[in-house]
């Protein structure tokens, strides 16, 4: 089945206390992207990648890292999560960039105390 | 399941009616256009997109129309059902980037 897969789904942290969010897709995707979504805000794109080894910044990269060294993960890393970080995350993948739809993951809901 | 969003604006039609959920989008060069729908706990899911060298495109039961002059989009979907049931959103492609502007997002309650 193709699909975006997030691990985990629900994640409860403290403030400063490193932590990863895992992305994989078993499409052969070229892009693949991070968003945040926040009540009354939408979506928003926080890194993407073109392709492996390449990624870019979104709208709201800050306090956020991301790497692409295989063509179907995709992690998000957060060195030192704040409360503001607080959110639900979703990783989405399609085809290539700028002309193709976007799969999005299930989501992973992140509290940082 | 998962709150995705506690002040969107609400549109409430009888299922069987025809429901328009409208969107303004940002850029006037912006040249991809996607319609997404959320069900509650679930991540978006693509529902239709239009290019700007069209003004309309038709799917099974969903209509985009694309208004350039105004920067305005638009998802109609016939003959509403319970199903239909859930937040919809908009999404511009800049021209020459990959990345993406998310509208904030229009809740569709359809009503027995």
């Known amino acids: 089945e193709a699909q975006v897969t997030q691990n985990p789904r629900y994640l409860i942290t403290v403030t400063g206390k490193k932590l990863t969010v895992t992305c994989s897709q078993n499409?052969?995707?070229?892009?693949m992207s991070w968003y945040r979504q926040d009540p009354g805000l939408g979506l928003r794109q926080i890194y993407y990648s073109m392709n492996v080894e390449v990624t870019d910044k979104g709208d709201v990269p800050e306090g956020y890292k991301v790497s692409r060294k295989e063509k179907r993960n995709f992690p998000l890393i957060l060195e030192s999560p704040s409360p503001n970080q607080t959110s639900l995350y979703f990783c989405?993948?399609?085809?290539?960039?700028?002309?193709?739809?976007?799969?999005f993951g299930p989501g992973t809901r992140l509290t940082v105390t | 399941g998962e709150n995705v969003g506690l002040h969107l604006p609400t549109l409430s039609v009888q299922e069987g009616d025809n429901s328009i959920i409208n969107c303004a989008y940002s850029?006037?060069?912006?040249?991809?256009f996607i319609w997404y729908k959320q069900e509650s706990g679930k991540g978006p899911q693509f529902i239709i997109d239009i290019r700007s060298n069209m003004d309309k495109r038709q799917g099974q039961r969903v209509t985009v129309l694309l208004n350039k002059t105004v920067k305005h989009l638009s998802l109609q979907i016939a003959a509403t059902q319970p199903g239909d049931s859930a937040v919809y959103f908009c999404?511009?492609?800049?021209?020459?980037?990959?990345?993406?502007?998310f509208g904030t997002g229009t809740r569709l309650k359809v009503l027995a």
């Open positions: 999404a511009e492609n800049f021209p020459g980037t990959y990345k993406y502007i």
């Open positions: 499409m052969n995707h070229e892009y």
């Open positions: 989405a993948s399609s085809l290539d960039g700028g002309t193709y739809e976007q799969y």
């Open positions: 850029n006037s060069a912006s040249d991809y």
